[in-house]
Each structure stands twice: as C-alpha cells, then as structure tokens.
Nanobody, 113 residues
Framework: QVQLVESGGGLVQPGGSLTLSCVAS????????VAWYRQAPGKQRELVAQ???????NYADSVKGRFTISRINAKNTAYLQMNSLKPEDTAVYYC???????WGQGTQVTVSS
C-alpha cells in the first residue's frame, strides 16, 4: 500500500522561497518517476514538475527556471524547491508516483503579501 506524505507548505510573500518534501512508504520508490502537481481553487490539477528514475527532469513552462525537482532514493523522498514565488503559484501541491493511482493529502502553498 503506497503512502505519500507531502509537507513544507505555508504562507510566503511574493518573491520568497519554499521547499516541499514528499516522503513515500510502501513502495519501491527508486523504481518510479515522481511528479509534483498543484491545484488552485476553481482550477484543474496541473503537472508542475517530474523527475525520472534516472533523475531526468521536466517542468511546466510556468515554473521553469524558478522551481527545481529532486529526489533522494535512500530517503524515499522527493523535493520541490520553489523560488521567486508568485501569487499565481498559490495552490495545494501534491506529489505522485507515476503510474500509481494514489494521491496524498497535499500541502497548501499560499503566496501573498
């Protein structure tokens, strides 16, 4: 049974930074690609960033150059470093193992002055 626990969200001013963490249990974490998604109020969930088993990465155009996805397989953990945050980054952020139909509870990120 896969479990994912996201943490690290909070309230931050525009231009600030946050680092989100995603800890996985009950799975062979290193064998999966990992993705971060977000869902803003009234909007569909969207893919933000993805990292493969081999640590290749890709990003949504809206976050490219500002966000960095990474992973430490020995810790069963993925990260999302978010810099130069904008109000439009406000959303609940979720991580997901690609190909596994399980969503964690997410972590709220609010960017506001």
């Amino acid at each position: 049974q896969v479990q994912l626990v996201e943490s690290g969200g909070g309230l931050v001013q525009p231009g600030g930074s946050l680092t989100l963490s995603c800890v996985a249990s009950g799975s062979s974490f290193s064998t999966y690609s990992v993705a971060w998604y977000r869902q803003a109020p009234g909007k569909q969930r969207e893919l933000v960033a993805q990292i493969t088993r081999g640590s290749s990465t890709n990003y949504a155009d809206s976050v490219k150059g500002r966000f960095t996805i990474s992973r430490i397989n020995a810790k069963n953990t993925a990260y999302l470093q978010m810099n130069s945050l904008k109000p439009e980054d406000t959303a609940v952020y979720y991580c997901k193992l690609v190909g596994v139909s399980y969503w964690g509870q997410g972590t709220q990120v609010t960017v506001s002055s």
